[in-house]
């Protein structure tokens, strides 16, 4: 079984589309819902189905993505951002190369060239640091901040990071490959989201460094 789990906060604009394209590809999945919202977000996906972990008051980006990962049922878990921004069409596609694949973790790159939704200096900054990345582990990486993977969910049992503050995506992605896990990716497709944006340049350029950092030099 698949489990696709998303973490949400007042997205009571998209979830609904969102769940209704999960299902469109994938109908058997789990569809796990880690939510901190205010308004209707909650209640909305409870009535079509999602299973729904409250969250609130809201811990923050990191631990509401711990817990979506370690709460998955599927043997895969492949996550996506509520907001419409990602391609559900791509959910069988990466959660095929870790079941039929061998990967343990496949990242959904946005990066094939600059996507017309997302701002200049989001782009070179995502650039920049999958350079930097890349330079340091020893082979090419293209989007270190993807929200869209697939994870082994074996491998997430084994797992330790640190899931507080911004950028987690970073560690997720570099700690498999620092531990020698299986590791591949693929370019997707990526829209204006519905909905604003509630990301802090400054605060995820910092934590993104430190988590490059704390992946090469673990302790």
Known sequence: MITVATITMNEENAVGKVIADIRAV????EIL??????DRTPEIASALGATVVRQFPPRGYGLAMETA???GRGSVVVTLDCDDTYPAEAIPVLAGMVEDGGFDLVDGSRLKSKPQAMPWLNYWANKGFAIIASVCFGRRLTDLHSGMRAYRK???DRLEFDASGPALPVELLLKPIELGFRVGAIFISYRERVGT???QPLASAWWTARRIFSC???R
């Open 26 to 29: 994938v109908p058997d999945a």
């Open 33 to 38: 819902i880690v939510d901190s919202s205010k």
């Open 69 to 71: 990962l370690r709460s």
């Open 154 to 156: 074996s491998m997430i």
């Open 197 to 199: 944006s509630t990301m």
């Open 216 to 218: 090469l030099f673990p």
